[in-house]
């Protein structure tokens, strides 16, 4: 069966932006431990946190941390999310589950043409098929699985520090990145948003964070690249 995207920020360190400012503050005065939050204003945690995301000094983001629960990515997102190695990762298992009714993920360049999406959902059919009878006939779920598509729908636990979002967020927003990922790499963002608003404002691709494309020659071509100059 066909499913969609589902993102949701399961948990998230208590008061993030103020566990992040404490730690910038601890860095840059001789205030004790017992008073790094207390005498400290919700606004002047947002100004710290401005000061040192813009100076680029981001390993005190490093102390909040935020987890998430997703589900209806393919196989082929999961494969690029667990590239990025800042990160801590429970994926529901292919040995352990048995996928003879798997749900599939569809592209919107395929569902889009009424051929293709025939010869793809029966693709999907042999496939779940071909498992079925593999497993009926005694093959184990870590054998079986060989046939299954990169399409197969895959649950996964995110845990991810807020310096490690900032760069995922850099790279798969981006217009560059797969649709998948980056619709995926959006909903994380919303979910960031709502909790740490100061943090997150600054999430994005390089064009929108840094004024410049990091693509070179790959660029979508909206912005200038940044082999040439600085974005107008």
């Given at each position: 069966?066909e499913t ?5 920020l ?6 993030p932006e103020?566990?992040?400012a ?8 001789a205030v004790g431990v017992?008073?790094l ?7 002047q945690a947002k ?6 995301i813009?100076s680029?000094?981001?390993?005190t983001?490093?102390?909040?941390s935020?987890?998430f ?7 082929a997102c999961s494969?690029q999310l ?7 990762y429970?994926?529901?298992s ?7 009714d798997?749900n599939y993920?569809?592209p919107?360049s ?7 999406k ?7 059919q042999?496939?779940?098929?071909v ?9 184990s779920?870590e054998?079986?699985?060989f046939v ?8 996964v636990?995110?845990?991810?520090n807020a310096?490690?979002l900032?760069n995922?967020?850099k790279e798969r927003?981006?217009v ?13 963002l919303e ?20 004024k ?5 020659k790959r660029?979508c071509g909206?912005?200038?690249?940044i ?6």
């Open positions: 069966m969609r995207l589902n993102v949701v399961l948990a998230h360190t208590p008061d103020l566990s992040c404490a730690a910038a503050r601890q860095c840059y005065s017992d008073d939050k207390k005498k400290m204003s919700e606004q100004d710290l946190l401005d000061q040192v813009k680029g000094h981001t390993s983001l490093e102390h909040a935020f987890t629960g997703i589900e209806g990515i393919s196989r494969h667990v590239r990025h190695r800042i990160a801590s429970s994926q529901q292919q040995r352990y589950v048995n996928a003879k798997f993920i569809l919107p395929v569902s889009s043409n009424p051929e293709l025939k010869k793809f959902e029966d693709f999907v042999t496939a779940a098929g498992y079925s009878e593999l497993s009926n006939a005694g093959v779920n054998d079986a699985r299954l598509p990169n399409a197969c729908e895959t649950k636990v995110v845990t991810m310096r490690a900032l995922f967020f927003t981006c560059r990145a797969q649709w998948e990922i980056r619709a995926m790499a959006n909903r994380m979910e960031c948003m709502r909790v740490a608003p100061t943090i997150f404002k600054y999430a994005g691709p390089s064009c929108v964070t840094d410049v494309c990091r693509q070179g660029s909206k912005w200038k690249s082999e040439g100059a600085r974005l107008e």
